[in-house]
Every structure is written in C-alpha cells, then in structure tokens.
C-alpha cells in the first residue's frame, strides 16, 4: 500500500503562485510514475503533468509554461509549482502514484478568483 497526503492548496488571486506538495509513504519503489491530475466542479477529472522516476515529464497544454513539475525522491515527495493562475484553473487537485497499480491522494482545493 502506497499512502499520499497533499497540501498546499488554497485561495489565490488570478496571477498569483501556489506550490502543491505530494509525499508518497509505505510501500514505495523507485520506479513509479507520479502525476497531478485536477477536477473542477462538473467536469471530468484531467492530467495536469506527470513526473517518470526516470526524469521525463509531460504536461497538459493548458498549463504548459506556467506549471512545472518535480520530485525529491530521496523525500519520496512531489511538487507542482503553478504560476500565472488564471480562474479557470480552478479545481481540486490530485497527487497520483503508479506502479502496477495506482493510487491517489485525498485532493487539495485550488481556488483562483478573478
């Protein structure tokens, strides 16, 4: 079992910063794949940017150039740092670990007003 708490969630203007943290516990393993992905109220829930333990990352195109992802694995940690929020933007989001099975973190609200 693979355990993940988010936090860093919160209310921010439009324009402004937040820094998402994902620490992954229990049984993890060097060879994983981590990624954020959001849902906003009504809507399916999307790939925001994923992290390979081999160093590739890939991002949704709605947040490339303003999202960057990265990982301490010695932390078992990731992050997601998001600039220039813009309204829609706006989700819950969640911190995913996958091996040969997947698991998720309980989400984190990302308000952005305008």
């Known amino acids: 079992q693979v355990q993940l708490v988010e936090s860093g969630g919160g209310l921010v203007q439009a324009g402004g910063s937040l820094r998402l943290s994902c620490e992954a516990s229990?049984?993890?393993?060097?060879?994983?794949?981590m990624g954020w992905y959001r849902q906003a109220p009504g809507k399916e829930r999307e790939l925001v940017a994923n992290s390979f333990s081999g160093g590739i990352t890939n991002y949704a195109d709605s947040v490339k150039g303003r999202f960057t992802i990265s990982r301490d694995n010695a932390k078992s940690t990731l992050y997601l740092q998001m600039n220039s929020l813009k309204p829609e933007d706006t989700a819950v989001y969640y911190c995913?670990?996958?091996?040969?099975?997947?698991?998720w973190g309980q989400g984190t609200q990302v308000t952005v007003s305008s």
């Open positions: 229990g049984s993890v393993v060097s060879i994983n794949i």
């Open positions: 995913s670990y996958r091996t040969w099975r997947s698991y």
